[in-house]
């Protein structure tokens, strides 16, 4: 930590910080996301504004102590503005050499890396391709480092509990987490009850965890390592209320979902089938699942997204999570869903591509597969989600509008926001927008196709409904009849009924909020998980003088109106995503504006200073009015 | 959901649609449609609680002509928009129409899934060995050597035997009818409408287009006798036109005998079991195949087995 974030030192000696980034790694095995996660949740929990971020390995277990096995959990945290998981760190907690060789990079001048010393063994060094132990040689003089014993300590305190030495040593992140906590006081007992219920079904872990936790804490209150405590500043407004928890991306898209049958007052089916980083999806479902939740796993994405487009056309709301090499399987259903004109939600949760690619690398670059990447005319509406508790109110919104305009709609999120968590409160679900089903009209002859006037939307007849018997499918229609046609008229006719029903769902958007600077001379344009360094990267550029603003869409298709005009009238707008310029192609076409492209494909999310740094070139007056 | 207290006496022509079939004249698909009506009338299923999923191909446009509720789904895939309309509304009656390349080539890992959930979920695939839709190309079913469309040379793969790929995947309901017997076929589907589980029927069907008489000498009246194998639980393998030939197991094989010859008599003949657990004779039998055997037809398998998303 550097001390140039210490705010104010407070009269009980505390240090005072706005503005925390701390990151915990280590071998995959070492609990270092677990440690994280309950870490970020304790400062939630205080009232502190928290986003993490996660990184581990796409192998289960690399070799022990590995470069390749280096798992890592990172939390900024502070009282206000904390839009993303931080640029750099002012704290490293590194359980092995590998995990500080892997970070150490990421390290601010002068800031605190603890380092569990017992692990820097020649073995674990050379397995980290030190040639040199870092911690005797010179090359760490830029941080402040504290070697710690916590291997020798957990096992100290273990002594005597009959448990083996390798499960002692798996207890080593909760000294770490003891530690810690004794640093940033948070209330030992919120973390001890947990340990208990955590961990009840095997009481001896419980035991070994307690007295471990306790052991670092202890450990920091007597070694002085540490000249004093810090305190994140808190926010009184953040401070836990009943129903607030933390949560995940991909945690948001389950609770939407199950809400937003509830609110239809229908069933929701999930079809799902295992894929970073869409998995927990379906597996956060599995905790609902009754007469009115149900969960699937398929044999393939294909058979997932089938299975709920049939719960659909059986009258439940059908629902599907994948990433990209899934939604690329279940493309040809969708397309089905379009021209049979059925209800269904996708939740797309993009990794890095194209083909496995880095699987569990963040990445925007589905977009154009989410749009276009189908047979035929096949306009859907394509949403995105900008922050994890964001993915919540997407998620309710897309199963409005699918049940409501009768199509599919793609949700996009990533893996940035599928593991990224932060604060959120339930709503009451009478607050969510009122999601009805349209119903057969009982006034005319039973027709499937027939449309409601305004939305263009047909109604939903559902097998075990008197009456209303039909048969649907991937065929061209008549027309309201929904027979079968080859003929040129209905075919141009259906393309068009069905383009202009989705054109329709414009009338429902509106155009996203404009931060930053009124009279800008640039306007930043993200989409999705990008929002939290873009509205940062806004705040720094406006305080360091310059005039820029920012938007962030969410609906990708259709447009909001009037987005043309807004930016036709920024002198210059800058599209900033995580791909090569999906967005931008797609606002380009539309719009036929000469727009600039910020690109990041290292599947990674955007640093803030990667934007400001950019914008800050567009403004320069050397390349004022010329193209960049 | 509506439900009759009494349902109304349907006839067959109830359940059929306004719109005329559009299958070549003469082809095994009329009286699959005719057999399949006429057991949802015996079956006294509501029209409104009926649902038929298929995929593509000339067998897939079945659901058309059904006054029911129908999908015409995707290449392949009508297994999974038939497992998640069951799961949603457990209390429809769904049933996949199939062929040969939709159900075992491009929907093969569906048809093996959907079997082995044992979801209550009735498939039956329309065999006739061939194309038909894309006019006349080798499928998963074509006899080797056969000169098709995409195997000028004869083809080359060895064809997949339905009713054994079922067995393998542990359906609970397997059997094989023919298009020539319209009764047998409404018999064998009633049995697989009251059966709860998972049910797959191959039915042997003539391509008049494309492949003529692929069935002929095993369904024809004539040679039915001597070249078909009526299979029926409780009941000995006997076949023959003096109904005087049987199966008998020898080094663990079937082996086809003489009643009367070398010793042997009907006592020593077989069994059919289709109610065991272990489905080792219906495979046994599963593999055999005309000219070298009589080819068997009728119910290989009928076990009660827990029903997927149902409680047990």
């Given at each position: 930590m550097t001390d140039d974030i210490v705010e104010e030192v407070k009269s009980n000696g505390r240090k005072a910080v706005g503005d925390l980034t701390i990151k915990f790694a280590g071998d995959s095995?070492?609990?270092?996301?677990?440690?994280?996660?309950?870490?970020?949740?304790?400062?939630?929990?205080?009232?502190?504004?928290?986003?993490?971020?996660?990184d581990f390995p796409a192998e289960i277990r690399s070799p022990i102590g590995s470069l390749g096995g280096v798992s890592g959990f990172q939390i900024r945290t502070g009282s206000e503005g904390i839009h993303t998981h931080g640029d750099e760190l002012d704290m490293l907690v590194a359980m092995n050499p590998a995990s500080l060789k892997r970070n150490v990079e990421n390290v601010k001048t002068n800031a605190i890396i603890i380092v569990n010393q017992d692990t820097f063994t020649d073995k674990n060094l050379k397995k980290a391709e030190y040639e040199v132990n870092p911690l005797e040689d010179n090359s760490l003089d830029a941080y402040r480092v504290f070697p710690v014993s916590v291997t020798k300590m957990t096992m100290n305190s273990l002594k005597g509990t009959g448990l083996s030495r390798k499960v002692m040593d798996r207890c080593k992140n909760f000294f770490a987490l003891g530690l810690i906590c004794w640093l940033f006081p948070h209330p030992s007992s919120e973390v001890e009850s947990w340990i208990k219920t955590k961990f009840k079904k095997r009481p001896e872990l419980v035991d070994a965890n307690l007295k471990v936790f306790q052991a670092g804490w202890n450990y920091g209150e007597t070694e002085e390592l540490f000249a004093t405590h810090y305190t994140v500043k808190q926010n009184k407004k953040l401070i836990k209320k009943e129903g607030t928890r933390f949560v995940t991306g991909n945690t948001a898209v389950a609770l939407g979902l199950v809400s937003a049958a509830r609110r239809a007052g229908i069933k929701l089916?999930?079809?799902?089938?295992?894929?970073?980083?869409?998995?927990?999806?379906?597996?956060?479902?599995?905790?609902?699942?009754?007469?009115?939740?149900?969960?699937f796993q398929a044999e393939d994405e294909i058979a997932a997204a089938g299975s709920s487009l049939g719960a659909s056309f059986a009258g439940a709301l059908g629902a599907t999570s994948t990433s990209g090499p899934g939604l690329a399987?279940?493309?040809?259903?969708?397309?089905?869903?379009?021209?049979?004109?059925?209800?269904?939600?996708?939740?797309?949760?993009?990794?890095?591509?194209?083909?496995?690619?880095?699987?569990?690398?963040?990445?925007?670059?589905?977009?154009?597969?989410?749009?276009?990447?189908?047979?035929?005319?096949?306009?859907?509406?394509?949403?995105?989600?900008?922050?994890?508790?964001?993915?919540?109110?997407?998620?309710?919104?897309?199963?409005?509008?699918?049940?409501?305009?009768?199509?599919?709609?793609?949700?996009?999120?990533?893996?940035?926001?599928?593991?990224?968590?932060?604060?959120?409160?339930?709503?009451?679900?009478?607050?969510?927008?009122?999601?009805?089903?349209?119903?057969v009209a009982e006034d005319v002859e039973f027709a499937p196709y027939r449309r409601n006037p305004e939305t263009l939307a047909r109604a939903w007849a559902v097998p075990g409904m008197e009456g209303t018997e039909h048969v649907t499918g991937g065929l061209e229609k008549d027309g309201d009849k929904g027979g079968v046609s080859y003929n040129p008229d209905d075919h141009e006719m259906m393309v068009n009924l069905r383009a202009q029903k989705i054109a329709n769902i414009s009338s429902e958007i509106a155009l996203p909020g404009i931060q930053g600077a009124e009279d800008a001379d640039l306007l930043i344009v993200g989409w999705g998980s990008t929002y939290g360094a873009i509205t940062e990267a806004t705040e720094d550029l406006n305080e360091a003088g310059h005039k820029v603003a920012c938007i962030q869409l969410r609906h990708i298709n259709p447009l909001p109106d009037g987005l043309g005009d807004l930016l036709k009238s920024y002198d210059k707008v800058l599209v900033a995503e995580n791909n090569n310029g999906q967005l931008w192609i797609k606002l380009r076409s539309e719009f036929l504006l000469d727009l600039q492209k910020l690109s990041k494909v290292r599947g990674m999310p955007f640093n803030v200073n990667e934007i400001t740094e950019r914008v800050e070139t567009l403004l320069s007056p050397a390349v004022t009015g010329e193209q960049v | 959901m509506n439900t009759q207290a009494e349902p109304i006496a349907l006839t067959r022509q109830d359940y059929l649609s306004s719109c005329d079939p559009k299958w070549c004249p003469g082809c095994g698909c009329f009286a699959i449609l005719r057999s399949m009506t006429s057991m949802f009338a015996q079956a006294k299923i509501p029209t409104h609680e009926q649902v038929i999923i298929s995929g593509i191909g000339c067998s897939s446009r079945l659901p058309y002509y059904s006054a029911t509720y129908g999908f015409h789904t995707i290449h392949g895939r009508a297994p999974t928009v038939a497992m998640g309309a069951k799961l949603a509304n457990p209390d429809l009656s769904v049933w996949v129409v199939t062929g040969d390349g939709d159900a075992l080539a491009i929907g093969g890992n569906h048809t093996l899934h959907l079997l082995r959930r044992?979801?209550?979920?009735?498939?039956?695939?329309?065999?006739?060995?061939?194309?038909?839709?894309?006019?006349?190309?080798?499928?998963?079913?074509?006899?080797?050597?056969?000169?098709?469309?995409?195997?000028?040379?004869?083809?080359?793969?060895?064809?997949?035997?339905?009713?054994?790929?079922?067995?393998?995947?542990?359906?609970?309901?397997?059997?094989?009818?023919?298009?020539?017997?319209?009764?047998?076929?409404?018999?064998?589907?009633?049995?697989?409408?009251?059966?709860?589980?998972?049910?797959?029927?191959?039915?042997?069907?003539?391509?008049?287009?494309?492949?003529?008489?692929?069935?002929?000498?095993?369904?024809?009246?004539?040679?039915?006798?001597?070249?078909?194998?009526e299979l029926e639980h409780g009941k000995p393998l006997i076949y023959g036109e003096n109904g005087n030939k049987g199966f008998i197991n020898k080094n663990g094989k079937l082996k086809s005998v003489v009643i009367g010859e070398n010793g042997i008599t009907e006592d020593d003949i077989l069994v059919h079991d289709a109610h065991s657990r272990n489905a080792g004779l219906s495979a046994q039998l599963s593999l055999l195949e005309f000219p070298r055997n009589p080819y068997p037809i009728g119910i290989f398998r009928q076990v009660d087995e827990p029903v997927y998303g149902e409680a047990k």
């Amino acid at each position: 930590m550097t001390d140039d974030i210490v705010e104010e030192v407070k009269s009980n000696g505390r240090k005072a910080v706005g503005d925390l980034t701390i990151k915990f790694a280590g071998d995959s095995g070492d609990g270092i996301q677990l440690t994280g996660q309950k870490f970020a949740e304790l400062a939630s929990n205080a009232g502190e504004m928290v986003k993490t971020m996660p990184d581990f390995p796409a192998e289960i277990r690399s070799p022990i102590g590995s470069l390749g096995g280096v798992s890592g959990f990172q939390i900024r945290t502070g009282s206000e503005g904390i839009h993303t998981h931080g640029d750099e760190l002012d704290m490293l907690v590194a359980m092995n050499p590998a995990s500080l060789k892997r970070n150490v990079e990421n390290v601010k001048t002068n800031a605190i890396i603890i380092v569990n010393q017992d692990t820097f063994t020649d073995k674990n060094l050379k397995k980290a391709e030190y040639e040199v132990n870092p911690l005797e040689d010179n090359s760490l003089d830029a941080y402040r480092v504290f070697p710690v014993s916590v291997t020798k300590m957990t096992m100290n305190s273990l002594k005597g509990t009959g448990l083996s030495r390798k499960v002692m040593d798996r207890c080593k992140n909760f000294f770490a987490l003891g530690l810690i906590c004794w640093l940033f006081p948070h209330p030992s007992s919120e973390v001890e009850s947990w340990i208990k219920t955590k961990f009840k079904k095997r009481p001896e872990l419980v035991d070994a965890n307690l007295k471990v936790f306790q052991a670092g804490w202890n450990y920091g209150e007597t070694e002085e390592l540490f000249a004093t405590h810090y305190t994140v500043k808190q926010n009184k407004k953040l401070i836990k209320k009943e129903g607030t928890r933390f949560v995940t991306g991909n945690t948001a898209v389950a609770l939407g979902l199950v809400s937003a049958a509830r609110r239809a007052g229908i069933k929701l089916f999930l079809g799902g089938y295992p894929i970073t980083p869409a998995t927990e999806v379906m597996q956060e479902l599995l905790q609902y699942q009754d007469d009115d939740v149900v969960v699937f796993q398929a044999e393939d994405e294909i058979a997932a997204a089938g299975s709920s487009l049939g719960a659909s056309f059986a009258g439940a709301l059908g629902a599907t999570s994948t990433s990209g090499p899934g939604l690329a399987l279940m493309q040809e259903f969708i397309n089905l869903a379009v021209i049979a004109e059925l209800p269904l939600v996708i939740v797309n949760v993009q990794r890095a591509g194209p083909s496995t690619g880095v699987p569990t690398k963040t990445e925007q670059s589905d977009l154009l597969q989410a749009m276009w990447g189908r047979n035929g005319e096949s306009p859907i509406p394509v949403f995105a989600a900008a922050t994890p508790a964001d993915c919540y109110d997407v998620t309710v919104e897309a199963a409005y509008i699918a049940i409501k305009y009768m199509t599919p709609v793609i949700v996009m999120s990533d893996t940035y926001l599928s593991a990224s968590a932060e604060a959120w409160a339930e709503p009451n679900i009478n607050s969510l927008p009122d999601i009805k089903v349209n119903k057969v009209a009982e006034d005319v002859e039973f027709a499937p196709y027939r449309r409601n006037p305004e939305t263009l939307a047909r109604a939903w007849a559902v097998p075990g409904m008197e009456g209303t018997e039909h048969v649907t499918g991937g065929l061209e229609k008549d027309g309201d009849k929904g027979g079968v046609s080859y003929n040129p008229d209905d075919h141009e006719m259906m393309v068009n009924l069905r383009a202009q029903k989705i054109a329709n769902i414009s009338s429902e958007i509106a155009l996203p909020g404009i931060q930053g600077a009124e009279d800008a001379d640039l306007l930043i344009v993200g989409w999705g998980s990008t929002y939290g360094a873009i509205t940062e990267a806004t705040e720094d550029l406006n305080e360091a003088g310059h005039k820029v603003a920012c938007i962030q869409l969410r609906h990708i298709n259709p447009l909001p109106d009037g987005l043309g005009d807004l930016l036709k009238s920024y002198d210059k707008v800058l599209v900033a995503e995580n791909n090569n310029g999906q967005l931008w192609i797609k606002l380009r076409s539309e719009f036929l504006l000469d727009l600039q492209k910020l690109s990041k494909v290292r599947g990674m999310p955007f640093n803030v200073n990667e934007i400001t740094e950019r914008v800050e070139t567009l403004l320069s007056p050397a390349v004022t009015g010329e193209q960049v | 959901m509506n439900t009759q207290a009494e349902p109304i006496a349907l006839t067959r022509q109830d359940y059929l649609s306004s719109c005329d079939p559009k299958w070549c004249p003469g082809c095994g698909c009329f009286a699959i449609l005719r057999s399949m009506t006429s057991m949802f009338a015996q079956a006294k299923i509501p029209t409104h609680e009926q649902v038929i999923i298929s995929g593509i191909g000339c067998s897939s446009r079945l659901p058309y002509y059904s006054a029911t509720y129908g999908f015409h789904t995707i290449h392949g895939r009508a297994p999974t928009v038939a497992m998640g309309a069951k799961l949603a509304n457990p209390d429809l009656s769904v049933w996949v129409v199939t062929g040969d390349g939709d159900a075992l080539a491009i929907g093969g890992n569906h048809t093996l899934h959907l079997l082995r959930r044992n979801s209550d979920v009735k498939m039956m695939l329309l065999n006739n060995q061939i194309y038909g839709l894309t006019k006349g190309q080798a499928s998963p079913t074509t006899p080797q050597g056969l000169v098709t469309k995409s195997s000028p040379y004869g083809a080359v793969d060895k064809p997949i035997r339905p009713v054994l790929l079922a067995l393998a995947a542990g359906a609970t309901f397997v059997a094989r009818v023919h298009d020539r017997d319209v009764k047998q076929m409404e018999e064998v589907m009633l049995a697989a409408q009251n059966h709860k589980g998972a049910v797959f029927i191959e039915i042997l069907m003539n391509c008049v287009t494309f492949y003529d008489g692929a069935y002929e000498s095993v369904t024809d009246k004539k040679t039915r006798s001597e070249n078909m194998l009526e299979l029926e639980h409780g009941k000995p393998l006997i076949y023959g036109e003096n109904g005087n030939k049987g199966f008998i197991n020898k080094n663990g094989k079937l082996k086809s005998v003489v009643i009367g010859e070398n010793g042997i008599t009907e006592d020593d003949i077989l069994v059919h079991d289709a109610h065991s657990r272990n489905a080792g004779l219906s495979a046994q039998l599963s593999l055999l195949e005309f000219p070298r055997n009589p080819y068997p037809i009728g119910i290989f398998r009928q076990v009660d087995e827990p029903v997927y998303g149902e409680a047990k």
